[in-house]
């Protein structure tokens, strides 16, 4: 049994926003299908921490779920900025199992026990050169954090956190999720969000703060799910 991650898989079998005209997207869904399959056991877990699709309806996303529920292992899922068509926690597990798909969780507000560990995260929020920051929503968002890790914390395990948008970015600090997470004495962070090989330079991969950052965005790991946790 394996805990693997990967963001930012942006799919769209049920819409029309193809990722293939961008650089490094070229015939992206039968990769990930490939390597997912080559990869995740039926016995293993993946956190997709984002960006899960294009629909901006839940009832588009049949598609995106289809192909997702037949590849192996339980899947949790993280809000990313543009899932748009994540209404509610209740609504999107109602459909779900009106679908009949049996693999999907999600973590929102919420943490998942896994081996030594529990698994915790929130959507986050931006952290980008010349991007206003909404404080309204910053705040809303360390706020869903803390619960997710207030969670994990009641389960006396280790956290791992995953977020879609990156806590800290070349020399910059999204202050109050970072201070969040040093509360909470998280020691390792997984985040997705970014894109393209001009963004990439400015990632954070390795340890700040005493936290082990690792960017998981699918095209960076050349759609290749990562293992977290044998």
């Not at 049920?14 to 016995?43: A, C, H, R």
């Not at 993280?78 to 999107?92: A, E, I, Q, Y």
């Amino acid at each position: 049994m394996s805990l693997y991650v990967l963001g930012d898989p942006h799919l769209s079998l049920g819409s029309e926003k193809p990722m293939d005209i961008f650089s490094g997207w070229d015939g992206y869904v039968s990769l990930l299908e490939e390597n997912w399959k080559k990869t995740v056991q039926p016995q293993d877990t993946i956190l997709l921490a984002g960006d899960i699709s294009w629909a901006l309806k839940l009832e588009e996303t049949k598609a995106d779920f289809d192909f997702l529920e037949a590849l192996p292992g339980k899947k949790i899922l993280l809000k990313g900025n543009h899932d748009l068509w994540w209404s509610t926690k209740s609504k999107v597990e109602r459909f779900w199992t009106q679908q009949g798909y049996t693999s999907f969780s999600l973590l929102f507000n919420n943490a998942y026990e896994y081996g030594d560990y529990c698994l915790c995260g929130s959507r986050g929020w931006i952290n980008e050169p010349g991007v206003p920051q909404d404080k309204k929503i910053l705040d809303r968002e360390a706020g869903r954090l803390r619960m997710s890790l207030e969670a994990g914390r009641q389960t006396g395990k280790q956290p791992i956190v995953f977020l879609h948008y990156p806590p800290v970015y070349a020399s910059l600090r999204c202050d109050e999720i970072m201070e969040v997470l040093l509360e909470y004495g998280v020691k390792r962070c997984y985040y997705g969000h970014l894109h393209g090989r001009d963004t990439f330079r400015g990632a954070v991969n390795g340890t700040r703060e005493g936290i082990a950052f690792t960017l998981i965005s699918a095209d960076y790991l050349r759609f290749q799910p990562k293992l977290v946790e044998p």
